[in-house]
């Protein structure tokens, strides 16, 4: 599944047209994007909690030479999954 058919699955249950929710689509997903980038936790009871975890500087390795280099400190979003999705996808969607 892509943007696009989350746009049109949206766009069917709302009842809305397919413009109309991409641009919802759009809009939390830049919220969610703009929230992490503060710093922020974000919480969808029933979905899952969106959040960031820091990854300290480390020593890496090319694996092609061999040779060292240095790999900056870093920010990675992460996901949790909510109990209700999770039992559904277990459920297999139903």
């Given at each position: 599944?892509?943007?696009?058919?989350i746009?049109g699955?949206?766009?069917?249950?709302?009842?809305?047209?397919?413009?109309?929710?991409?641009?919802?689509?759009?809009?939390v997903?830049?919220?969610i994007g703009e929230?992490?980038?503060r710093?922020?936790?974000v919480?969808?009871?029933?979905?899952?909690?969106?959040?960031?975890?820091?990854r300290?500087?480390?020593?890496?390795?090319n694996?092609r030479?061999?040779?060292?280099?240095?790999?900056?400190?870093s920010?990675?979003?992460?996901?949790?999954?909510?109990?209700?999705l999770?039992?559904a996808v277990?459920?297999?969607?139903?």
């Amino acid at each position: 599944m892509n943007k696009s058919d989350i746009d049109g699955r949206v766009a069917n249950r709302a009842g809305v047209g397919r413009s109309g929710a991409g641009d919802a689509v759009d809009a939390v997903l830049e919220a969610i994007g703009e929230a992490l980038a503060r710093g922020e936790d974000v919480r969808i009871v029933g979905f899952g909690t969106f959040g960031t975890r820091s990854r300290p500087a480390r020593t890496g390795r090319n694996p092609r030479t061999g040779e060292s280099l240095n790999i900056a400190a870093s920010t990675a979003p992460t996901f949790n999954a909510g109990k209700p999705l999770r039992d559904a996808v277990n459920a297999g969607g139903s």
